[in-house]
């Protein structure tokens, strides 16, 4: 299993550019998470899904952002416009909900991304 | 969100075991204490959880207070790899409300010295 992979790993953009992170859950889960982490603010979820539907985006910080999820095997989240203030690393995770049962996350290896 | 509090740092020596404690004085019946840690420069990995009982895995052991308001992670023989970001998690396993998610504080960083 190649565990949950993230693209790009490095992103370098100038502000007001629009920015596209994405992510391959591993095959069978169905509940995936995006999160950011900052120095400042630690790991903060964004949003998350469960079989394929958005089911609460309550971290998003702004309309500047959003995330899909067309079907079980990729994630998008983007930034547009991006501003210097959204850079951090941001991890995309997934798990498995079955029979009532929240089982443990695995985390990507995250995109590391810079607003200049 | 229900709330831990763990230490901000501890310092350990390679090849000795070591004790991370974890405070949570309001958990719920229904909710299961999970640890993960973050290596540097990684995204966060799962080690251990449990509800009541002890727990053992090849990572390390879960011990839990009866009246389950602490709980306490032992690497049982500190690597300098083990050297990370420790987080203690309160989470409803069998919900879909906001205690089901995984809600990370600030963890306790370990050091290991050689």
């Known amino acids: 299993d190649a565990g949950v992979i993230q693209s790009p790993r490095h992103e370098v953009t100038e502000m007001g550019q629009e920015v596209t992170l994405r992510c391959k859950p591993i095959?069978?889960?169905?509940?995936l998470f995006w999160y950011r982490q900052t120095m400042m603010r630690g790991l903060e979820l964004l949003i998350y899904?469960?079989?394929?539907?958005?089911?609460?985006d309550s971290g998003m910080p702004e309309d500047r952002f959003s995330a899909k999820m067309p079907n079980a095997s990729f994630s998008t989240l983007k930034i547009q416009p991006s501003e210097p203030r959204d850079s951090a690393v941001y991890f995309c995770?997934?798990?498995?909900?079955?029979?009532?049962?929240?089982?443990?996350?695995?985390f990507g290896s995250g995109t590391r991304l810079t607003v200049v | 969100d229900a709330k831990t509090t763990q230490p901000n740092s501890m310092e350990s020596n390679e090849e000795e075991p070591v004790h991370l404690p974890c405070n949570h004085s309001?958990?719920?019946?229904?909710?299961?204490i999970h640890w993960y840690r973050q290596l540097p420069s990684q995204g966060p990995e799962y080690v251990i959880h449990?509800?009541?009982s002890n727990v053992n895995n090849r990572m390390a052991s879960l011990a839990i207070a009866e009246d389950r308001k602490s709980s306490t992670l032992i690497l049982h023989r500190a690597t300098l790899r083990d050297a990370a970001v420790y987080y203690c998690?309160?989470?409803?396993?069998?919900?879909?409300?906001?205690?089901?998610?995984?809600?990370f504080g600030k963890g306790i960083t370990l050091s290991v010295r050689p």
């Open positions: 449990g509800l009541t």
């Open positions: 095959s069978g889960h169905n509940s």
């Open positions: 309001t958990i719920s019946g229904t909710d299961y």
């Open positions: 995770a997934s798990s498995l909900r079955l029979r009532a049962v929240n089982y443990g996350y695995t």
């Open positions: 998690i309160l989470r409803d396993d069998m919900g879909t409300g906001a205690n089901s998610k995984l809600t």
């Open positions: 899904f469960n079989n394929n539907v958005p089911i609460d």
